[in-house]
């Protein structure tokens, strides 16, 4: 089992930036993908980033390329992921979670059905 906790989230003006961070324990030491998705009100959850179990390959969705940045520490009992959001906009509001879950045939899952262990959710509002 892993656990997950983010923290972060928050209040913003368009512009400005924001840096989400993730604290996943527990089973750590499998070779778990991460990711970052959001969910807006009235919409489903979506893919925002993903990164591999050794930070060497990381994912984006297009709306955030160029201005998101996904990295990870995977420490000896810990494994920290973060989410550096530069350039917010309004369209970025939302509950941004973050989950663990292992590739499927070798590949990084860019899908929410393709993660087992979710945190609870964070929020990050960007006001116009």
């Known amino acids: 089992q892993v656990q997950l906790v983010e923290s972060g989230g928050g209040l913003v003006q368009a512009g400005g930036s924001l840096r989400l961070s993730c604290a996943a324990s527990g089973r750590t030491s499998s070779s778990y993908a991460m990711g970052w998705f959001r969910q807006a009100p009235g919409k489903e959850r979506e893919f925002v980033a993903a990164?591999?179990?050794?930070?060497?390959?990381?994912?984006?969705e297009d709306s955030v390329k160029g201005r998101f940045t996904i990295s990870r520490d995977n420490a000896k009992t810990m494994v920290y992921l973060y989410l550096q959001m530069n350039n917010l906009k309004p369209e970025d509001t939302a509950v941004y979670y973050c989950a663990a879950g292992l590739p499927r045939d070798g590949t990084v899952v860019l899908s929410p059905s393709g993660y087992d262990y979710w945190g609870q959710g964070t929020q990050v509002t960007v006001s116009s």
């Open positions: 990164i591999s179990w050794s930070g060497g390959s990381t994912y984006y």
